[in-house]
């Protein structure tokens, strides 16, 4: 199986959707499976990220998030469960550049990816692909599943 037929195939997957390490293969190659498998995809570059606020925002930004979004861990959660102004059959966050806000905030930062997690796990329950995947050198995330 080619890598980005294997990247989709494991995309597709609702089962085993959530936050992991983005694996060490050309992005653009990424995006392309996600797209291939339904699913709308974001890039969020955190390279110049170092606070909470910061954080937020750029997901905002990226993610279009609407105007009621109140910048704060419940709001992201409200606002990353219902999508409903970006609707899909299932959706891929690249949050990249990581290490940055790791270093100067790594509890907000950890605390936004429970909620990425969380989120994971609610859109499972609706039969919906919601991946999170994390650029960063840092241990302790799971790595992509090696198959569907």
């Known amino acids: 199986m080619s890598g980005n037929v294997h990247l989709q195939a494991i995309l597709s997957s609702t089962d085993k959707a959530g936050v992991y390490h983005l694996p060490h293969t050309d992005k653009k190659q990424i995006v392309a499976a996600a797209k291939a498998a339904g699913l709308t995809s974001f890039r969020?570059?955190?390279a110049?990220?170092?606070?909470r606020e910061q954080l937020l925002a750029a997901i905002a930004d990226t993610l279009k998030f609407p105007a009621w979004y109140g910048h704060n861990l419940d709001a992201l959660a409200d606002c990353l469960g219902d999508m409903s102004w970006q609707?899909?059959?299932g959706y891929l966050v690249l949050l990249e550049?990581?290490?940055s806000i790791y270093g100067a905030a790594e509890a907000d930062f950890l605390s936004?990816?429970?909620v990425f997690a969380q989120t994971a796990a609610d859109w499972q329950d609706q039969?919906?692909?919601?991946?999170?995947l994390i650029e960063m050198q840092a241990d302790g995330i799971a790595w992509l599943p090696s198959g569907p």
């Open 87 to 89: 609707p899909a059959e």
């Open 127 to 132: 039969g919906v692909a919601f991946w999170c």
């Open 44 to 46: 969020v570059d955190l």
């Open 97 to 99: 550049h990581c290490d």
């Open 112 to 114: 936004a990816i429970e």
């Open 48 to 51: 110049k990220v170092g606070t």
